[in-house]
Each structure stands twice: as structure tokens, then as C-alpha cells.
């Protein structure tokens, strides 16, 4: 099974979306985006923890078994190299929406979606703060 994302602020939604991951398999890898890979993504002001930092942080928690950094736009190379027998995402996608479906499919790989209804996001936890502290 291998999960990915930046994990930038690691909240909530993020535990429940890995920890969703690991109740579907054995063994749970965590692909997370380089810094320069947020940045690619999401603009120069991300991420706000640096990549060792979110690193960190996730190999703390129980159900991340093996962490891979990567420096790509997505997640592609890293599941070619890997070739899980199930590639998760969150539920801000659909398994037809999975920008890497298609490469998961090259070895009969699986798309699943996984963890708690979208209601956490980074983004929008940066959004409260600002608002709260304008």
C-alpha cells in the first residue's frame, strides 16, 4: 500500500487518511513531496514545515510503516519504481480522478480512496489562521 502528499501542517484529516490506509494493507508507504515539489504544486510560499520536519513527524506515527521522499510534480516515478499492489488517496478524489490510475494499472495495480469526508485541508487551516490573527 503506498499513500502520498505533502503533509504540510499535519492535521487531523491526514491521520485519518493514513490511518485509513493502513486498515486496507500489511505494510503502508508513505510517498511525501520534496520541498521543491510543494513548491511546484502549490506556490513559493509553501510548504511551512520544511520536508525533514513533515518526515519527522510522520514516522512517528503507528501506522506509516516505510516513508520515500520525491522531488516530481507527482507521484508517478516513485510508484513505478515501487509498484504497490494499491495506490491510496484521499477523498478529495474519486479512483476515476487519480491523476496516477493509469500508471497503477501498467502492473495491475489497484486505486483506492481512503480516509474521513474532505473536511480537513491544509489550506484552509492556514486560511483560519490568518483570519484569527489579522
Not at 487551516?125 to 484569527?132: A, D, K, V
Request: include cysteine; glycine fraction near 8%.
Amino acid at each position: 500500500m503506498l499513500a502520498n502528499g505533502a503533509f504540510d501542517m499535519l492535521h487531523v484529516g491526514h491521520v485519518r487518511y493514513l490511518a485509513g490506509c493502513k486498515a486496507l494493507g500489511d505494510v503502508l508507504i508513505v510517498a511525501v513531496n520534496s520541498d521543491a515539489s510543494v513548491r511546484s504544486g502549490k506556490g513559493p510560499l509553501r510548504p511551512i514545515v520544511p520536508e525533514g520536519e513533515r518526515v519527522e513527524l510522520l514516522s512517528h506515527l503507528a501506522c506509516v510503516d516505510w516513508i520515500v521522499m520525491f522531488d516530481e510534480v507527482t507521484v508517478s516515478e516513485v510508484l513505478r519504481e515501487i509498484r504497490p499492489h494499491v495506490h491510496a488517496k484521499g477523498t478529495d478524489y474519486t479512483p476515476e480522478t487519480v491523476p496516477e490510475r493509469a500508471v497503477v494499472a501498467e502492473w495491475g495495480g489497484e486505486t483506492v480512496i481512503c480516509g474521513d469526508t474532505k473536511e480537513h485541508a491544509t489550506t484552509d487551516l492556514i486560511g483560519e489562521i490568518l483570519t484569527r490573527f489579522r
